[in-house]
């Protein structure tokens, strides 16, 4: 979708292209582009002189003569392509202008979602589109009115920068590049937006999106502003689209969510989240103590889930049991939990299958356990975290480490299958290193319980320092 940086672009090359002419003639081809008035359209436009262009937002204002004015919302696939009257007009032509110098220019849109709306110079800001846009942010100098007006707004910041009602001219690409300029996680509520962050939202609004017109916007698929400019902005996206990548400045992986229905790209600890609810995975390799962790989190009033105990409950699920024995053909003998893991081990293969199948399951009971909690800390023990691709569900990572000869040493007292047990070891640990940098806080458990719920407490105290959202942010 073009968003203002493109639409600009589309308003500087097509100016030049329309400013004196006049149009003989115009083609309605999809009606519903013209809000079904063609008739009325063809009169209103014809014979008219473009005298300029302006741009609100995302829309591209056409100032005729007679104080006539055509609004233009090129949505999602909407683009303006000049030709020769004597050229085929463009395969999605929806409304064709013939001009007066032997040139035609199609109105392209390959989804029709665009608009074309009949104004004039005394009501076109007026028009119920327009009437509520926000400012852009080019012509906000003081954001208090801003700081007052969303303080009535508990809709997360960038659903709320999205409405176009704050500040006009962010769409999603945009909207993701500043909140990550100006380290706010897309979730804070509108309404704990401090002032100092209104002006950073501000300042770096205007600063990217001065960047972008600069370098004639971000050609993200099908956008075209016009023949032989591309939009050279994308290459220097630092948010949008990079998921999975390494943080341009922190090096910890960028993470993807949904708000409100919009993927979300955002840096997990330059955008760190505040207020409640906050989501906390556990990790660590096995016997590291993280059902430890887990209870310190408990004592502190915490939502806690272990995905173990929902693994154990899922087995225990007639249904779920059905499924897994028709799936991987595991011989039906004995207990069921018995069964599978001897088909395992002697099926090494079929693990991932069995991952496939129950992975999906345990995230499903995890987010449905946080959702029926009212506890501001929701956490959850997910040694398959990492495996399962499970990190974009919370908000904070808590690690428990522990050295590999202490580990083996308390492994003996639980288990006796060594060699199957020491493979199991290895494939944790570097699953673990791997991952550390994804890690927010990693406690060590090389001493004593008491030294262990120590450390925990100290991280709970960080955590919770994160719910205040009055506190200065950092
Ligand atoms: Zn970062």
Redesign the pocket.
């Known amino acids: 979708m073009p968003e203002l940086p493109e639409v600009e672009t589309v308003k500087r090359v097509l100016l030049p292209i329309v400013k004196g002419r006049t149009i003989k003639d115009v083609e309605v081809l999809r009606k519903t582009i013209v809000n079904n008035l063609e008739n009325e359209f063809i009169s209103f436009i014809k014979n008219e002189t473009v005298l300029d262009m302006s741009r609100i937002g995302k829309f591209l204002i056409f100032h005729l003569t007679n104080d006539k004015v055509l609004i233009s919302h090129l949505r999602m696939e909407g683009k303006y392509i000049e030709l020769l009257e004597n050229e085929d007009s463009t395969k999605y032509a929806r409304v064709v202008f013939h001009l007066d110098n032997g040139h035609k220019l199609c109105y392209d849109d390959s989804r029709s979602f665009g608009r074309m709306i009949m104004s004039n110079e005394k009501d076109y800001l007026n028009e119920k589109e327009i009437a509520k846009l926000g400012p852009e942010p080019f012509d906000v100098d003081d954001v208090n009115p801003l700081l007052e007006k969303a303080k009535r707004i508990s809709l997360p910041i960038k659903t709320a920068l999205l409405s176009q009602e704050l500040i006009t001219g962010l769409g999603n690409i945009y909207v993701d590049e500043v909140l990550f300029a100006s380290k706010i996680h897309p979730l804070t509520p509108a309404k704990l937006i401090n002032k100092n962050e209104w002006e950073k939202i501000i300042s770096e609004s205007k600063r990217i999106l001065a960047e972008a017109i600069e370098l004639g916007g971000s050609t993200i698929k099908s956008y075209h502003p016009g023949k032989d400019i591309n939009g050279e902005f994308q290459t220097r996206l630092l948010a949008y689209g990079r998921n999975r990548q390494i943080?341009?400045?922190?090096h910890?992986f960028m993470r993807f969510i949904k708000v409100n229905g919009r993927g979300t790209t955002f840096?997990p600890?330059?955008q760190i989240k505040r207020g409640a609810p906050l989501k906390i995975a556990i990790v660590g390799k096995i016997a590291s103590g993280k059902s430890t962790v887990l209870e310190e989190f408990r004592k502190a009033n915490s939502c806690c889930v272990s995905s173990d105990q929902i693994v154990h409950e899922l087995y225990a699920q007639k249904a779920i049991q059905e499924l897994i024995i028709k799936k991987l053909k595991v011989k039906e003998e004995g207990e069921f939990v018995e069964a599978l893991r001897n088909h395992i081990a002697n099926n090494s293969k079929d693990l991932d299958k069995l991952e496939k199948i129950v992975h999906p399951l345990v995230k499903k009971e995890i987010e449905a356990a946080f959702k029926k909690s009212k506890a501001k800390l929701l956490v959850a023990e997910v040694p398959l975290l990492f495996k399962a691709n499970m990190q974009n569900m919370f908000d904070i990572i808590v690690g428990v480490d522990i050295d590999e000869k202490i580990q083996i040493e308390r492994l003996q007292l639980r288990d006796k299958e060594k060699s199957a047990l020491l493979k199991r070891l290895n494939d944790e640990k570097n699953l673990f290193n791997e991952h550390l940098s994804e890690i927010d806080f990693i406690v060590n458990n090389n001493d004593n319980l008491a030294c262990l719920r120590k450390e925990v407490r100290s991280i709970i105290c960080k955590v919770e320092d994160r719910l205040n959202p009055l506190l200065p942010r950092t």
């Open positions: 943080c341009v400045l922190r910890a840096c600890r330059c």
